[in-house]
């Protein structure tokens, strides 16, 4: 069955370009409207003016940094007064870095940490009452197949992608009755901006996937009767994140040095 989104609202986070703007297409054509926020404001209303008129929908354009404390409330009451209830979360938002952690700029760790994990449990504690009212749309955590064993080389990247694979698969299983349907989607290496705000393509483990495919492999785990918790997109990744699961951990930790490291 192929869920439609016709009357319901989307906040996506990160939606100026990859999955966040493949997100944005995929809803609008299901009848979505949406809020987009990202810190690119030129790249968010050329991509509000396209789906405005291409599928008819309302885009709202919301410029921000999501990396701040408090940001979740502050996202819901500017929403509130403009009068916009959300009933889907797509939080996509976030970014990586790569190289031994002794070398690892301390600022640049402390911006990772607070939008990959608090900035996303923030934004979904905020959001998350409305939505179960609704109970008409869903919640799209952006996590990794990085979540799935430490990456020496992605340290921390690696271990924020942990928090949200463990964190959504235990909301979901809290809201499991509501009607929300909640989902981790765990992506391997795409074709997005990641590896160019990464600095380094050694880190880019299997074949690398559009963002379109990455995007359907949510849809349909959307569209089944009852949601999964989490979702591996790719057949060879899933195999791999199998692997890492039933491999002593000592030896998915070795493999995992050696895919990503380029020192």
Request: net charge neutral; charged share 15%; with cysteine.
């Amino acid at each position: 069955m192929t869920m439609t989104y016709s009357g319901t609202t989307a906040l996506i986070t990160g939606a100026s370009s990859g999955l966040g703007a493949e997100f944005a297409q995929r809803f609008a054509a299901r009848g979505s409207n949406l809020v987009l926020v990202a810190r690119r404001v030129d790249r968010l209303e050329d991509l509000a003016q396209q789906l405005r008129s291409e599928y008819g929908v309302t885009v709202t354009v919301l410029p921000m940094d999501l990396g701040r404390p408090g940001v979740g409330a502050e996202l819901f009451n500017e929403l509130s007064v403009r009068g916009i209830a959300v009933d889907t979360l797509i939080n996509n938002a976030g970014f990586g870095t790569h190289g031994p952690l002794v070398e690892e700029d301390p600022a640049v760790i402390a911006s990772e940490i607070s939008l990959n994990v608090a900035a996303l449990v923030d934004i979904t504690r905020a959001f998350l009452p409305a939505m179960l009212t609704s109970g008409k749309g869903a919640l799209v955590n952006v996590a990794s197949t990085a979540a799935f064993q430490p990456i020496p080389g992605m340290a921390v990247y690696g271990a924020t992608k942990a928090f949200v694979l463990s964190f959504t698969e235990a909301v979901a299983h809290e809201t499991k009755d509501s009607g929300l349907n909640v989902l981790a989607l765990c992506p391997g290496a795409t074709k997005t901006e990641f590896f160019d705000v990464l600095g380094s393509q050694s880190a880019a483990v299997g074949p690398m996937q559009t963002s379109a495919q990455v995007v359907e492999t949510a849809l349909k785990a959307l569209d089944r009767k009852v949601t999964p918790g989490s979702v591996v997109s790719g057949w060879m990744n899933r195999v791999a994140a199998g692997f890492a699961q039933r491999l002593p951990r000592a030896v998915t930790v070795a493999i995992a040095a050696r895919a990503v490291q380029d020192w």
